[in-house]
């Protein structure tokens, strides 16, 4: 397996939501393979306490407490980051767990959920996506761009209407940036999966007094590990993939789709 560009000790990358459960661990596996993170949360002190946690492997560890869904969100990690040189961006936060009914809750949560994972996603996807490319034109080895996505991206389901909507979103943008950017350096990858262990995880279902074991969540370090070997052999990421040659699961099958929609776009837009 070769190691995408992207993944280079001594550069650092960001992880949105990185101050627990699969944020912590794509930040933990990073800083084991020599990369320097930014984590990025609301909560000061778990943040201090992630960096605390990701700091004992060697690296440096900066924190950048921002609501992801505030108008200034991408200018402030620019800001953050602008004397770094990064090569990898990691959009994990994005869950929405309230289990309500879409017209039963007022607009306003769905529009702070749709801010945060449509909005600002889209905004710095395009923010972050241009300074790789540029960063490779200038004769940087390469960038990599990793979204975390959900099987929910499949299709609508009840008590998730916008939940599964972003998702949707979220994976054919991260399937098309994956077309457009590997020939120009920059691996991009969307990760799916069904559930996973972490806390947001817990708190839903303690509401409910279900055990984690009953759901059968993967493990959040085996996730990040296999997302950032696939940084490179894209589109997604599915270690939950019915077969290799499901059209809707499968890694192969999507890509071949990807593929030929994009030489069909090629031959119509030259
Ligand atoms: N857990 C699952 O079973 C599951 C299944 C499929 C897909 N996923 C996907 O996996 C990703 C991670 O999910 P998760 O379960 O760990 O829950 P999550 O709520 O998406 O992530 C928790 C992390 O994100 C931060 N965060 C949440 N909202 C934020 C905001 N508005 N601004 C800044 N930081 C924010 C949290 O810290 P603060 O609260 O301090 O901000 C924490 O660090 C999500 O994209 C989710 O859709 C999860």
Same mark, same amino acid.
């Given at each position: 397996?070769? $190691?995408?560009?992207?993944?280079?000790?001594?550069?650092?990358?960001?992880?949105?939501?990185?101050?627990?459960?699969?944020?912590?661990?794509?930040?933990? %596996?990073?800083?084991?393979?020599?990369?320097?993170?930014? =984590?990025?949360?609301?909560?000061?002190?778990?943040?201090?306490? !992630?960096?605390?946690? *990701?700091?004992?492997?060697?690296?440096?560890?900066?924190?950048?407490?921002?609501?992801?869904?505030?108008? %200034?969100? *991408?200018?402030?990690?620019? !800001?953050?980051?602008? %004397?770094?040189?990064?090569?990898?961006?990691?959009? /994990?936060?994005?869950?929405?767990?309230?289990?309500? $009914?879409?017209?039963?809750?007022? @607009?306003?949560?769905?529009?702070?959920?749709? $801010?945060?994972?449509?909005?600002?996603?889209? #905004? !710095?996807?395009?923010?972050?996506?241009?300074?790789?490319?540029?960063?490779?034109?200038?004769?940087?080895?390469?960038?990599?761009?990793?979204?975390? &996505?959900?099987?929910?991206?499949? &299709?609508?389901?009840?008590?998730?209407?916008? @939940?599964?909507?972003?998702?949707?979103?979220?994976? /054919?943008?991260? #399937?098309?940036?994956?077309? #457009? =950017?590997?020939?120009?350096? *920059?691996?991009?990858?969307? =990760?799916?999966?069904?559930?996973?262990?972490?806390?947001?995880?817990?708190?839903?279902?303690?509401?409910?007094?279900?055990?984690?074991?009953?759901?059968?969540?993967?493990?959040?370090?085996?996730?990040?590990?296999?997302?950032?070997?696939?940084? &490179?052999?894209?589109?997604? @990421? /599915?270690?939950?993939?019915?077969?290799?040659?499901?059209? *809707?699961?499968? /890694?192969?099958?999507?890509?071949?789709?990807?593929?030929?929609?994009? #030489?069909?776009?090629?031959?119509? @837009?030259?």
């Amino acid at each position: 397996m070769t $190691q995408s560009a992207a993944i280079a000790p001594g550069k650092w990358a960001f992880v949105t939501g990185g101050s627990d459960g699969l944020g912590l661990a794509f930040a933990t %596996d990073l800083a084991r393979r020599g990369m320097n993170c930014l =984590l990025i949360a609301r909560n000061e002190d778990k943040l201090a306490r !992630a960096a605390e946690t *990701v700091r004992t492997t060697g690296v440096e560890v900066r924190t950048l407490s921002l609501d992801l869904g505030a108008p %200034d969100a *991408v200018a402030r990690i620019e !800001a953050a980051t602008a %004397d770094l040189p990064l090569t990898l961006a990691v959009f /994990n936060a994005g869950a929405e767990a309230s289990g309500a $009914q879409f017209v039963d809750q007022p @607009y306003a949560t769905w529009a702070a959920t749709i $801010q945060r994972n449509v909005l600002f996603l889209t #905004e !710095a996807l395009h923010h972050f996506g241009r300074r790789l490319v540029d960063s490779v034109d200038d004769g940087g080895s390469g960038g990599g761009l990793i979204v975390v &996505g959900s099987e929910a991206a499949f &299709g609508g389901v009840g008590q998730s209407g916008i @939940y599964t909507a972003t998702k949707g979103f979220a994976l /054919n943008l991260g #399937e098309a940036l994956w077309a #457009e =950017l590997t020939p120009r350096g *920059v691996d991009v990858v969307t =990760l799916l999966f069904k559930i996973a262990d972490t806390p947001m995880l817990r708190e839903t279902l303690a509401r409910r007094g279900i055990p984690v074991e009953a759901t059968g969540a993967s493990d959040t370090a085996a996730l990040a590990r296999g997302t950032i070997d696939a940084l &490179g052999s894209g589109p997604i @990421y /599915n270690p939950d993939e019915t077969s290799p040659d499901d059209p *809707v699961t499968s /890694n192969a099958a999507r890509r071949e789709r990807v593929l030929a929609k994009s #030489e069909l776009m090629k031959f119509f @837009y030259g």
